[in-house]
């Protein structure tokens, strides 16, 4: 996918969701739509960063259950000015954030996507460049009292690759850190 896609699907995301209720409804904006950065680091590997939203509704189990989507690369990390592997990671994230009304929220998240890793020279085009991704990370959400938002997570990929049978650089273990401005809230 191309960057100039990931960024119209978020700027669309982030207006449809400001329109969701008419203006002049008294209901208003039923929700908290979240949007940020994402840094992340396989371990022993590339940092890769990029871009996330996370959307939670009161009326989607009392804001417990989050969704999110993600968009994080190589090439906006390791791979920037270098001859570093090019890797995109495309992620939908569902989450359950305990003690959600608090602060300090410990949360769980399961991660679904694509992984596509460019190695530029064709004569790497026998290897596995592509996989689905089926991750889960477990950490702590920090929401401060003003619009911002700091996650930590470990994770793990559950079908990491080995250069035969799936990408090499797709590691089994990862660490992540999203910071998040909060541009909606109920």
Request: glycine content about 8%; charged content about 15%; aromatic content about 16%.
């Amino acid at each position: 996918m191309n960057k100039k896609i990931i960024f119209s699907i978020l700027f669309i995301t982030s207006v449809f969701c400001s329109k969701a209720q008419p203006s002049g409804s008294k209901a208003g904006w039923l929700g908290e739509l979240k949007g940020g950065i994402r840094i992340q680091k396989a371990q022993k590997l590339y940092w890769e960063n990029g871009f996330a939203v996370d959307f939670a509704s009161p009326k989607i189990m009392d804001s417990r259950i989050h969704f999110g989507l993600s968009y994080v690369t190589s090439r906006l990390g390791s791979a920037m000015g270098t001859n570093a592997i090019k890797q995109d990671n495309f992620l939908f994230s569902p989450a359950y954030h305990f003690r959600h009304q608090k602060h300090l929220q410990p949360f769980t998240r399961l991660n679904l996507g694509y992984f596509h890793s460019d190695y530029e020279y064709a004569i790497f085009d026998v290897l596995p460049n592509k996989a689905f991704l089926l991750s889960v990370d477990a950490g702590l959400s920090y929401e401060f009292t003003f619009p911002l938002t700091v996650s930590l997570s470990a994770g793990y990929n559950v079908n990491n690759g080995t250069g035969s049978a799936g990408p090499g650089t797709l590691y089994p273990v990862f660490y992540q850190m999203s910071i998040y401005y909060t541009v909606l809230k109920k």
